[in-house]
């Protein structure tokens, strides 16, 4: 009894710091301007977190 | 994360658990338009639009239920009006297989849409 | 090599001991931290190991759990799972740019700790509540909808729901803006997450100094038992997840 209460505090604990570590603190952003033979085509906005978004997906998967 | 980190709470565990997985970010959200998929990605668009403006007519017409202002003839077409388009909705959502929680859009820091 | 980045600090307190806590948590993780710094930040890195193909709870949890464990003695920002850069010179760039947004937050999160704050109705409780709702309703129904047609029967189911709706809304801003109120003594960094559920009244995220988690605790039991009808819980100390958000150059 005592043990399952344990582990459904540590599930709300675990609920808390996914929320956190995936959706909140520092993000690092850059921006990108991609050009074609030298003309500035397409401007960017973009996270420079090299895996963010492949992880995000990924957790996603797992969950 | 070793120890857990509940520092007060009277409540049942169980219930909190199911209450925070709703809170967790969305997956929906996202229209991604491929060649197989651009129909049913560009109709979401549209019924989320559609189901927004149909909800805020619904409460403005709540308003003006609210005011008083209206004839009995009035409010017999409004309560019409508005059934015969939640209806509709209903039927749109059902050809294209959508529920409640696929017509809505994620707008970052703003929130959800509806 | 790509670069995970944990954690950013001020430089001036980076001395032995961070390097002894980084080392039994490189230790514990088997993972080997490195300390970073320009004339005013440091950040904690590791080199991103071959294994992040295999991206899993345990992982993210690791990471969350590296940066708990440093946020415990330390004033940081923690950075969010996925923060990779290409090399340690662009650390370098990204701490220099930012040099000043970043030393403005930290300012803001010296010393202080982070806490989720939640109120919440349990189902009987919720239950309990639609139905006095509805009872309340039905006293004061528009004259205009009386009269029993399909059409005026719909408008009111719909007009029921508004009412309900609406008074939650009004309850949820008024038990807000008693918080506000309420916590003024021990913080003003107090965040309101929107989204909320019909269960969850309140969703509050409090920036709290380290000093006052007693007093904390003990508003928070107090609110408990002003608001019986309510399952109030409190977690934490989180590091300053949700006021460290920057944008970066």
């Given at each position: 009894m005592q043990e399952d209460l344990y582990d459904r505090n540590k599930e709300i604990t675990i609920l808390d710091v996914l929320d956190r570590v995936l959706t909140k603190g520092v993000v690092i952003t850059g921006d990108i301007v991609i050009s074609v033979a030298d003309i500035d085509l397409i401007y960017l906005g973009l996270?420079?977190?090299?895996s963010s978004v492949e992880t995000m997906e990924k957790m996603k998967a797992v969950d | 994360m070793e120890e857990d980190k509940i520092l007060f709470y009277a409540g049942s565990a169980n219930e909190i658990v199911e209450e925070l997985e709703k809170l967790k970010p969305g997956t929906q959200g996202r229209i991604n338009a491929t060649p197989e998929n651009v129909e049913s990605g560009l109709a979401k668009l549209v019924l989320t639009l559609i189901e927004l403006i149909r909800k805020l007519i619904e409460k403005q017409a709540m308003r003006r239920i609210d005011g008083d202002s209206l004839t009995d003839e009035q409010i017999e077409n409004l309560g019409e009006t508005l059934m015969k388009l939640e209806n509709k909705m209903d039927e749109l959502k059902k050809i294209f297989n959508f529920t409640d929680k696929d017509l809505n859009l994620n707008l970052g820091p703003l929130g959800d849409l509806l | 090599m790509p670069i995970i980045i944990y954690a950013i600090l001020e430089a001036s307190p980076v001395n032995q001991t961070i390097a002894h806590i980084l080392e039994l948590l490189s230790v514990k993780s088997g993972i080997q931290f490195e300390l970073l710094s320009t004339n005013v930040l440091t950040a904690i890195i590791s080199a991103q190991t071959g294994?992040?193909?295999?991206?899993c709870q345990e992982e993210v949890l690791r990471y969350a759990g590296i940066i708990d464990a440093i946020a415990q003695q330390y004033s940081i920002l923690p950075m969010r799972?996925?923060?990779?850069?290409?090399s340690s010179g662009d650390v370098k760039t990204l701490l220099e740019k930012n040099s000043e947004s970043f030393v403005k937050v930290l300012k803001k999160v010296m010393n202080k700790e982070e806490y989720s704050l939640r109120l919440m109705f349990s189902r009987q409780q919720q239950d309990a509540q639609a139905n006095e709702e509805s009872v309340a309703v039905t006293q004061s129904l528009p004259g205009a909808l009386q009269g029993n047609t399909e059409n005026k029967r719909y408008l009111l189911n719909k007009y029921r729901q508004h009412i309900i709706e609406e008074n939650r809304i009004k309850y949820i801003e008024h038990i807000q803006s008693m918080l506000i109120h309420d916590l003024q003594k021990i913080t003003e960094f107090v965040e309101f997450?929107?989204?909320?559920?019909?269960?969850?009244?309140v969703d509050a995220v409090l920036l709290v100094d380290r000093s006052a988690k007693g007093e904390l605790l003990a508003f928070v039991a107090h609110l408990q038992s002003i608001y019986p009808e309510h399952n109030v819980m409190l977690t934490g100390p989180w590091a300053p997840y949700n006021f460290a958000q920057i944008k970066l150059e």
């Open positions: 996270r420079v977190l090299l | - | 294994v992040t193909s295999a991206i799972y996925g923060s990779v850069a290409a997450n929107k989204k909320v559920t019909p269960a969850f009244i």
